[in-house]
């Protein structure tokens, strides 16, 4: 039985694309990137990209992503859910990730988790939704459940809606196999 919804953050409920797109003053694609390191098509290094991609303002004034607001009530209504999110090497992202998810979606910093390694919290009881297919593939590895949020599709208003069908089928599921 799933007991706890796990969120990431960055292309799940904050525009990270977008927001990277306007500090290097590139075009924004849609939300629709070919690659994680989309940036070397820019030929940026990955020094280079994360240098203005840092320091408390950048993480603040992301946009949501579409649906991010529909998709956290949604899942409240759910079960209890907790943010999962890594943080680059910048030392304010921390903190300021935690104001960003307080401002938008009154997420108390107990419930904020901050940490690349999300597969170590897998188990039956949570359920991951999270747009990198290594942080979905590794969680599923270590015995949790998954969901790919299809980050390539982040403008879709629509999406969530898609994404609480899937949590709501597995779930469905668990609680007819105990």
Not at 11 to 38: K, T, W
Not at 76 to 92: F, G, N, S, W
Request: proline letters at 5%; aromatic letters at 8%; glycine letters at 6%.
């Amino acid at each position: 039985m799933i007991r706890e919804l796990l969120l990431d953050c960055d292309g799940v409920l904050a525009n990270f694309i977008l927001g990277s797109c306007r500090v290097h003053q590139r075009p924004y694609p849609g939300g629709v990137v070919s690659h994680r390191n989309y940036h070397h098509d820019w030929g940026l290094t990955d020094a280079e990209f994360w240098e203005k991609c840092s320091g408390t303002d950048f993480w603040l004034q992301l946009e949501l992503c579409a649906g991010a607001k529909e998709l956290v009530h949604g899942l409240r209504d759910m079960a209890p859910v907790t943010i999962l999110t890594a943080t680059p090497r910048d030392h304010t992202a921390h903190s300021a990730k935690v104001q960003w998810l307080n401002k938008h979606f009154g997420i108390p910093t107990e419930d904020i988790i901050v940490g690349s390694k999300k597969h170590l919290l897998a188990n039956p009881a949570h359920l991951l939704i999270d747009d990198y297919h290594y942080n979905v593939s590794m969680f599923r590895k270590h015995g949790g459940h998954a969901i790919r949020y299809p980050a390539n599709a982040n403008d879709d208003p629509q999406l969530y809606r898609q994404v609480l069908r899937q949590v709501r089928q597995i779930m469905k599921s668990e609680e007819s196999n105990p």
